[in-house]
């Protein structure tokens, strides 16, 4: 299974402003996923980065609020704009590793964001 | 769309008794993936098994096994000789198998206590 890390494990903000997140492989994956998981619910996918090509939000989700870029094979980030305290949740990325003809997804540990 | 309910918020176990969790999907596709996921306080999601559909007989892994009843859509969880860290968050999990999307819908969690 991937080895996967994030950056920063925690961060208290100002609404308003804006927080980047970063999740890097320890591993080349094809794809890369970014969930958030509000307090005490489950987890909801944002979006989907392909290395190459505009992630793929899902609905309720939209790209100038959760910006994501994925540069290479090994590395993404998810930024939180202008944020609300509505905003304030765990954030995790995974990524989808083949274990035989299943794909597998392993998570990172996690962002907790406070919105303040 | 697919969905996944859980519908017990909360259990407990006595260390070293055996627990079931249980879990149901709704979908119209014939093959796709099951999982289940733990979450301990560390906010780390952990795989911890999964099933294939077209697969009748049902995975398990040391303690943890499943009951899968593909027409029921019924894909229960038991963890068996329960340890204190199996004290988590436990989430079901759906992935599709068609369409090159492998995305996972999540169940809203239980809260596993394990009592010594």
């Known amino acids: 299974s991937a080895v996967i890390s994030q950056k920063p494990s925690r961060d208290i903000c100002q609404r308003g402003t804006s927080l980047t997140i970063q999740c890097q492989v320890d591993s080349q994956v094809t794809m890369m996923f970014w969930y958030r998981q509000q307090p005490g619910q489950s987890l909801t996918l944002i979006a989907t980065?392909?290395?190459?090509?505009?992630?793929?939000?899902e609905s309720g989700f939209v790209i100038d609020k959760f910006p994501i870029s994925r540069p290479n094979l090994t590395f993404s980030t998810l930024t939180v704009s202008n944020m609300s305290p509505e905003d304030s949740s765990i954030y995790l990325c995974s990524v989808s590793s083949a274990a035989g003809y299943i794909f597998e997804q392993y998570f990172g540990p996690g962002t907790r964001l406070t919105v303040t | 769309a697919q969905t996944v309910t859980q519908s017990q918020p909360e259990m407990s176990v006595q260390e070293a008794e055996t627990v079931t969790l249980s879990c149901t999907y709704d979908?119209?596709?014939?093959?796709?993936?099951l999982f289940w996921y733990k979450q301990p306080p560390s906010r780390q999601m952990i795989l911890v098994i999964r099933?294939?559909?077209?697969?009748?007989q049902n995975a398990t892994e040391n303690r943890f096994s499943v009951n899968f009843q593909k027409a029921a859509k019924s894909f229960s969880l038991k963890i068996s000789d329960s340890q204190l860290g199996d004290a988590a968050m436990y989430f079901c999990?759906?992935?599709?198998?068609?369409?090159?999307?492998?995305?996972?819908?999540f169940g809203k969690g239980m809260k596993l206590t394990v009592n010594p």
């Open positions: 980065a392909n290395q190459g090509s505009e992630a793929t939000y």
């Open positions: 999990a759906y992935q599709r198998t068609q369409g090159g999307s492998e995305k996972l819908v």
């Open positions: 099933q294939e559909a077209y697969k009748q």
């Open positions: 979908t119209s596709e014939s093959d796709y993936y």
